[in-house]
């Protein structure tokens, strides 16, 4: 009894092999469950990422490139914490006949997984109307250890990693034409996910967060769990446009650079710098301060001593 | 600015509470990853599993049903595998202004996390144009131990927990009314997940896989992992309706009963008995036997020495 196994190969030969492969990993793709052997005297770090067709990319977007965003976005979780990459599980759902579209997203996937050096551990496809891309990543943090929203304190400083805005900036041309793969789509597609430096910022950094909502709206949600307001200088956060021009605003709110950001302790500053220049982060710079809270987390965004107002923050689903 | 966070608070509070408390949890649902903290000496199952409206379960079905369904169905290939549960994460695909899912949604998943003692550790919330549910689910296991479908070895039983069918012959009932909850639909929406039972036959048998292809189909997952035959029994198969009722080749392709299918050395028949007892599983038996490969993991139903064949043999979600 083997009839109408075709599709079952199909999905598993695609996803079979090519992947980086770790010891930790005793068990991958093909059974119940996936099985990994932590690192001793670690926790387990983990996300879960979503992203649909039409809503989080263009529905006609390159397979490759899709795979390639949900893998990055989602790893970028990890960074934010400051863990070691270990692995993911993939949830696909694809609208039918979708066979071509298979090969290619697992080639962007697998290429993807090798950069970030991450093994596809197991996944599930599924049949829909919408293509959808689901993926959980996990990682390692030394005992105790762990960048967290919660923990920045009035005094600190306010980091970001690089420039905002260029995601968000490459939209209109992603949209017009989902192929084109150029620097300037390059952001969208291929954010860079700083697993490397957030691990170093484990013994550096207070609280982090990477952004995928928008600067505002991130700096809020670090405000918010941190019982703090956050006070950014307008003129010293890096974007993909100056503030002269009209899309600076969307530059702040517009969510997806993946940049993280992050606060310390001003005795940290050198050591920062010295981490951030090693890991070729040349923009990276402090861009505010931490202050006692006056509302529900306030971000404020000061420009020569007055406050700037913004409609919109960032990007919401509903 | 807090502009427009009625629904990241919505979907916070929803989540936020209720769950099965445990100390290994370090950080759970609200930063970009959950920590978790592994037992000393255990390695790490995982598996991730989505449904998907219209294709796994009713479009208008009770949110709470879809939801504790889905966390069973997850769950489920721990049990396979003989982990203990330590936790999920949730990605969920929601169509827009369903605020009131959400709630019933969320209480489904509270009461069935209760019930299968599983904490929920993180999660993603998007708009798209179907509800997808996607579940994370983790557990530990013993060094070196852990149940796999490629151990099935010639001369071994084959067991079965209990009856298969009965799922799939809801599904009329389902189809037709959604909402009706009651003896023939619980199978379909509460199944069983034998966690403890599966952990207890992590040293008594050799390979296991959770039925939810289909009798048939997963037994051909275990002979095929396993380069071996299963020959299975029908008098000995515990189904839904009798063999004489036009509905029981639907029990052995019908899947989503979620029972294990096992196989084990006969030496350990008796404690494997006793284990069962234990849990309740009063039809748990010997189905078949493990024979020497034929074909490419050839499962073989015999009746009275007659080989029985089938026109279908498990589901398809392409």
């Known amino acids: 009894m083997s009839a109408n196994r075709s599709e079952f190969d199909l999905i598993r030969d695609a996803f079979a092999s090519g992947y980086p492969e770790a010891e930790h990993v005793l068990l991958g793709v093909g059974d119940d469950c996936s099985v990994v052997a932590p690192p001793s005297d670690t926790t387990l770090a983990q996300s879960i990422d979503t992203q649909v067709a039409g809503v989080h990319f263009p529905q006609d977007a390159p397979a490759h490139l899709i795979a390639g965003r ?3 976005c989602a790893a970028s979780d990890l960074a934010a914490v400051g863990a070691v990459g270990q692995g ?16 290619d997203f697992a080639r962007g996937l697998r290429d993807t997984a090798k950069a970030l050096n991450l093994p596809l551990l197991g996944g599930d496809t599924t049949s829909g109307k919408q293509l959808i891309v689901t993926v959980a990543v996990q990682g390692w943090l030394p005992l105790e250890q762990g960048l967290k929203r919660h923990k920045a304190r009035p005094g600190q400083d306010v980091w970001l990693t690089g ?20 620097e300037h789509t390059a952001a969208y597609y291929h954010p860079d996910v700083h697993l490397a430096f957030g ?3 484990l013994s550096l950094a207070s609280a982090a967060i990477d952004v995928s909502d928008g600067l505002l709206q991130d700096a809020h949600h670090i405000a918010r769990a941190s019982g703090v307001d956050l006070s950014l200088d307008a003129q010293q956060i890096p974007t993909a446009v100056s503030q002269e021009h009209p899309q600076w605003n969307a ?13 310390a302790s001003s005795s940290a500053r050198d050591r920062i710098r010295a981490c951030a220049l090693t890991a070729g982060l040349e923009h990276c710079g402090i861009i ?4 006692e809270a006056t509302g529900d987390g306030r971000v404020i965004v000061q420009q020569n001593g007055q406050e700037l107002t913004f409609e919109r923050t960032g990007y919401q689903h509903f």
């Open 251 to 263: 530059c702040l709110s517009g969510g997806d650079d993946y940049q993280l950001l992050f606060t």
């Open 163 to 182: 420039p905002v805005g260029h995601a968000a900036l490459a939209l209109p041309t992603v949209l017009a034409n989902p192929a084109q793969d150029d």
């Open 199 to 201: 691990h170093l910022l």
């Open 70 to 72: 949900a893998l990055r």
């Open 88 to 103: 993911f599980h993939l949830a696909l759902t694809l609208p039918d006949n979708q066979n071509d579209f298979i090969d």
């Open 288 to 291: 505010g301060s931490v202050h």
